[in-house]
């Protein structure tokens, strides 16, 4: 996860970032619209996708670590997976080392993004005039959270939120590929919408694996699948054709040209990724 | 249908919410965009949704009603779900005592936002300065509605779309629940993209039951479905268990904790909700 | 594809209006955004769709070219429907005789919206400070389309952003229908959300051979399907019966009132339409 920053070559207020597994059938997220144009009109907000598989703190987390780069610097992160929903879990804020603020649950879900951006302090959301009048049990992204966010944009103090919180905040670990004498075996991280299979592979960790074998080539299998080979682009395999790649994640990536490798693979999460080297042969060679 | 209003502390231009089952596929939603952004460049649009389900006039009405109080007081709502285009439905805008406007069909989508905001006044849009030159018979969204709200932002006078309507403003009814003997007995209004099945059994109607019972607990079921305990939050009950609960509908709702209560009980609207109480008994305490 | 352009009655900076085939279940079009929004704060965004079938330069350039005309006179598309990213094909910016401007990959995804808005420059994305610092292989939409579009909001003029295009941009070639002795035989071009059925038959096509039979009526069939009449609007069929209309297309297409007619008819792009001429009869009279 390593995308550089876009530079931001001119200024002007930040936006209001959004990101849920609230899907797009309902009213939810307009909703909480609403309620952030109510209090901070004028606010720009910006959609980063609320097609989060419903409750999954991960694939929110890492849709979150892989995007918020790109925003400016001052951007506020409004995330909202929230499985546990009126229960112990805090609703927090943060503001970060990195200029970002980020506003939801602690349960992980701010986690990858917080571990680059250097988190400097976090409250717990409980001052009740940043809050609705009214809190229901079930959807604190309208009641507690969209506030939250608006508040701090209009110019709030992240202290006046709420009290600063006792304990850490939640931490995700995602599993790290490990190196065996003979493969590197990691798995599945996160799949597309593409049917694209995104590994915990490295850029870095496959260098150091491949230098082990200086004479030979290196495949790709999804759990038991049919090997597949590195390409540097979709567009070098052939239509229909499995390839791996370095995508956008800056991950080792399993992927089918024009088609699903999720589908091709019958593969989700977790998923186990392993590569090996092989000979090279004049059959091989491209 | 209680939801507080969000305060409003600040001024700035309102919004225009828009609201419609074209679905996230087509560039339907995008031309409307492009249509008020040709004339009213600068209005701030919020999408509430366009996932409601395709001609679902139903869902549509109670999504608005579950949204529109949460948006700033003088919003312009572009409602469209037509599956009546072409045909002697009126095109109309309406102004609200709540100081929201509203546009849309005629036919009900706007009913249950309209019975909380007040109507004071609606038009028929007829004036053809205020439609695209050319207005086709499958497409009012873009060629009658969007101009119509994009008019409006500018400040164009409500009078000057049309003529008073005439007749009254066509009225959706929503299903009572009826309180029996031994039971409570609604239906199912809406179902959610999480699966959670919405009924119309209001907090007062379960509490005047729930008063004929004083030393019983109260027990939930969808169709002929296994009765469903009533909870404060999702949370509250195991991963993959059923539940009942007052979610952000303000309504008795049936939700499965980190899965769907739509797919669980098979159950769609219209599927029967019923309340009844049983003994308190050392096995049923918490 | 014959809509009028909504008059632009007002003035204001134009927007940047994003099509792309990325969906809504990934943080794609949020990291497009936000790259966006780090060079080009405050630049109006909307969104036109990123429900493009993955991979479908047609039903993308369709899409675009149904609705590029409804935006402001200066708009800035940004198109991203790239089967080929990584490889040979090129990423361009064109500037139109209409005023619009076009970023995407030369694949023909811009080229029926083209073909309207007459291309006058056209230049391939290539100088590197106006691309991040970093350009992956597999997503040239964060790193060179979005910077590009975003650069161009701000005033930096296309010359710049590389060398004009030596060859001419890429076409697509959309079937035309062809007119028979007995019968107007052409095909599907694009299937919408609701199941509409949009053929490649326009008012014209079918009038001139309608003069042909004056006495008689025509009827429409999908692949081998029932017949189907020819109605104004969707509303004039009764509920879940099939019939043709020319729709917001200004094409011939078969729909079914609330319902679909690609289910009905099991049919899809490149399914055969064929208009054929049938007696009055008083049965048939309406």
Known sequence: MTVRHATSRASGPAPIA?????????????????????????????????????????????????????????????????????????????????????????????SLAL?????????????????????????????????????????????????????????????????????????VLYVDGFGNLVSNIGRDALARFAARFPAMRLSVRIDAGAPVEIREAYGDARKGAPLATFGSFELLEVAVRDGSAAKRFAAGPGAVVTVWPFRRTARHEP
């Open 18 to 110: 959004i990101l849920t597994d609230f899907g797009y059938r309902d009213h939810y997220v307009g909703a909480m619209k609403g309620v952030i144009a109510s209090i901070a009109p004028g606010a720009p907000l910006i959609d980063i996708t609320h097609g989060v598989p419903a409750q999954s703190v991960m694939a929110g987390a890492i849709a979150l670590a892989q995007s918020w780069r790109m925003f400016p610097r001052r951007t506020i992160f409004l995330v909202v997976v929230d499985p546990g929903v009126g229960t112990a879990r805090l609703p927090v804020a943060v503001q970060t080392r990195a200029g970002a603020r980020f506003v939801g649950p602690d349960n992980g879900v701010l």
């Open 115 to 187: 571990e680059e951006a250097g988190p400097a302090r976090a409250v717990e959301l409980r001052t009740p005039r940043y809050r609705l009048a009214r809190v229901s049990a079930t959807f604190h992204g309208r009641d507690i959270f969209a506030p939250a966010a608006a508040h701090l944009w209009r110019g709030v103090r992240l202290g006046a939120l709420g009290p600063a919180l006792r304990d850490g905040l939640t931490h995700l670990e995602l599993a790290a590929a490990r190196e065996g004498v003979e493969e590197l075996r990691g798995e």
